[in-house]
C-alpha cells in the first residue's frame, strides 16, 4: 500500500491534515469519505515527503476495552447499526490508538468484513479473547451477549490489576525514597563529615571508612556506576523475555512465599473467569483452553495448559490434566470434575471465578501485611548505617577529649 498526505474538511468544516495508506489515489478519496471527510487535494508521499507520524499514546487498558464494549451493547440494543456504533464509539472514546482502530474496523466492515475478522486486523489492540467470543456471538446471532461476557470480563481484570498496582505503590514509593536519601547523604553529607574529621586529625572508625569510600566511589565513579547499573537492569529485562528467564522467574513466583499465594490464585482465578466466558459464548473447549493459554502470565500455567488441550484433544476431561500438572489447587479441579459430571461445567467455573477472585484480594492484602515489616527492616538497616557512620567519629572523638 502506498501513502498519500491529504488536506479534507471534516463534518463540522474544520480543515485537516493528514497521511493516509490505500492502494491507489481514488481508494484513498473513498477511505476519506467513508470517515465523513471531503478531500481537497490528495498527493502521493516519497520517503522523504512523507510525514512522521510518531504516536506516543498508549495501548488501551481492559478498562479502556471493557467501557467500549458495554457501550456497544447498550447501542446494538437501541436498535442502532453496527456501522454506526463502530463509528460513535470512535468519536467518543479518548484513547487513540483505540480510536484509530475502531476508525479502520468500520472501514473493514463496510468492506464486508465480519466485526470479530475486522477486529483481528489490529492483535495489538483487541486481546484475542474478545476477537474469538465477537466470532462465536456473529455465529449465534448474540453478539450483545457475547460483548456483555467480554466487558464483565475484561472490568474484572481491570479492577485486579488496578488493585494490584495499588498494593505496589507503598513498597515502591519507599524504596524510591531510601535510594534518594542514601545518595544524598553519600554525595553531600558523608564527605563534608570526613573532611572535617579528617583537619581534626581524628581517626575514622571502621563504618565510617566503609561509608567514606563508596562515598568517593560514587563521587569520583559515578560515570560508571550509572552506565553499569543501567546495563544490568536492561540485562534482567532482556533475560526475563527469553523461554529461559521466563521459567527462571516463573519458578521464582512460585517458589517465593510472598508471592506463591498470590500467583496461584490470580491463575486460577484469570483460567476459571475466562474459560467461563469463552464457553457461555459457544466458543469450544479445545479452542476456549487454547485461549487461555495466551491469555495467563506465567509460563508454567501456560505449558500446563497447552498440554490440558493436547489431552483434551484425545477425549480426556479438562479436570485431569490440570490435577496432573500440579499447580492449580485442588478446588480448581474438584470443581471442573463435580461440573463435568453434571454437564454445567460453565456454572461451575463461574463460581469457581468468584471465590478465587476474592481470594486473590485476600492475596493481595496478606502480601501488603507481609511486606511492611520487611521494608521497616530495609529501611531501619539502609538509615541505621548511615547514621552509624555518621554518629561514630562524634562518639569517638567525644571519647579523646574524656581520656585527655
Partial sequence: ???????????????????????????????????????????????LSKDINVDFSKKPS??????????????????VTMLECLKMLSEQTENQKLRAALEQTKIDVERGDSLAGAMGNHPNIFPEIMINM?????????????????SSQLERSARTQAMIKKAMIYPIAVCVVAIVVSIVMLVVVIPGYSAMFEDLGTELPGITKLYVAMSDALINYWFIIAPVVAGIVFAILAYSKTDSGKHFFGKLALKVPILSNMTIKSASSLTARTLSTLLGSGVPLIEAVDIVSGVVGNVYFKEALKAAKEEITIGMPLSRPLEECGL?????????????????????????????????????????????????????????????????????????????
Wanted: net charge negative.
Fill in 134 to 150: 465477537v466470532s462465536a456471538g456473529e455465529a449465534s446471532g448474540n453478539l450483545d451477549v457475547a460483548l456483555e461476557r467480554v
Fill in 62 to 79: 481492559n478498562r479502556d476495552l471493557g467501557v467500549m464494549c458495554r457501550q456497544f451493547v447498550s447501542m446494538q440494543r437501541a436498535g
Fill in 1 to 47: 500500500m502506498a501513502a498519500f498526505g491529504y488536506v479534507a474538511v471534516d463534518k463540522s468544516g474544520k480543515e485537516v491534515k493528514g497521511t493516509i495508506e490505500a492502494d491507489n489515489l481514488e481508494s484513498a478519496r473513498q477511505d476519506l469519505k467513508r470517515k465523513d471527510m471531503t478531500p481537497i487535494s490528495i498527493k502521493a508521499q516519497g520517503a
Fill in 328 to 404: 492449580f489447587p485442588p478446588m480448581v479441579y474438584h470443581m471442573i470434575r463435580i461440573g463435568e459430571e453434571a454437564g454445567n461445567t460453565e456454572e461451575m467455573l463461574d463460581k469457581l471465578a468468584d471465590y478465587y477472585d476474592e481470594e486473590v484480594e485476600m492475596a493481595v492484602a496478606s502480601m501488603m501485611a507481609a511486606m511492611e515489616p520487611m521494608i521497616i527492616v530495609v529501611l531501619a538497616v539502609v538509615v541505621g548505617g548511615l547514621v552509624a557512620a555518621c554518629m561514630a567519629p562524634m562518639l569517638t572523638m567525644y571519647q579523646a577529649l574524656e581520656s585527655v
